[in-house]
């Protein structure tokens, strides 16, 4: 009977043993689970967060994406319309470079046509000239003065109106018409003061107040001769004739 109690006494013991070693062991489990559950709630706000923050990155760049691409077409836009802008400026510099070449043509064209005119304008000068020379050489003074009034009418500011008023004024001389020939050669020194034949009118002026007995006069003019063309033949013709 005793052991029977001992032994029972013994198994309740170790049964509450073994129940207090159970509660605690369930009690760490559930500290254990605490743990693990509070672990599970922070990994899972983290995951939030990082889905929160990879939301907000991948917005960012999709936003920052979007602006590139819109200043992307901004820049092509500008682009094409640079490269427009191009194609007229060029398109406009070949029609100028056309036009200008046109007007070059145009320019060469009448600069020939002008050239041309000029050159048979000059040949006909001289050759009115040449022609009332001739006359004047044979003696056919009448015909000669004609064919050198000809040309300084129709051609007064002709390089050879200079000497056809010379020999105009020469044409009466050699028909002794003295007052007729003494106006031409004042004429001539007054509107060819350094004409070609200045120094030789002077000395036909001289010539014709000679014919004319008018000495003072005379005197005059060649020693306007003698000053102004010291060196000329007709200053040296003077020359003799004062000395004699």
């Known amino acids: 009977m005793n052991k029977k109690i001992g032994f029972l006494l013994i198994l309740f013991l170790f ?34 967060l990082l889905l929160k923050e990879q939301k907000s990155q991948n917005e960012l760049l999709r936003l920052t994406r979007a602006d590139m691409q ?35 043509e145009q320019w060469k064209n009448i600069a020939a046509s002008e050239s041309l005119s ?11 000239y040449q022609i009332a020379f001739q006359d004047f ?18 051609y007064p500011e002709s390089e050879m109106a200079d000497e056809a008023n010379y020999w105009y004024a020469e044409c009466f001389l050699a028909k002794k018409d003295y007052n007729k020939a003494e106006q031409l050669f004042t004429d001539y020194l007054r509107k060819y003061r350094d004409g070609k034949k200045m120094c030789a009118s002077l000395y036909k002026l001289g010539l014709i107040f000679d014919a004319k007995k ?21 200053a040296i013709i003077v020359k003799d004739k004062i000395k004699n």
């Open 15 to 48: 049964l509450n043993s073994c129940t207090s070693i159970t509660l605690l062991r369930i009690k760490e489990l559930k500290e254990i689970e605490k743990k693990i559950d509070s672990l599970k709630t922070e990994l899972t706000a983290q995951q939030e």
């Open 118 to 128: 000029v050159a048979q304008k000059k040949a006909q000068i001289e050759k009115l």
């Open 214 to 234: 008018m000495p003072d006069k005379k005197k005059l003019v060649w020693q306007k001769l003698l000053s102004t063309c010291p060196q000329s033949q007709e």
């Open 137 to 154: 050489s044979a003696s056919r003074y009448d015909l000669a003065a004609n064919g050198f009034l000809d040309l300084i009418n129709q």
């Open 70 to 104: 819109v200043r992307f077409e901004e820049i092509d836009q500008k682009i094409s319309a640079l490269e427009n802008s191009i194609l007229e400026s060029k398109q406009k510099l070949s029609i100028i470079d056309k036009k200008t070449q046109e007007i070059q």
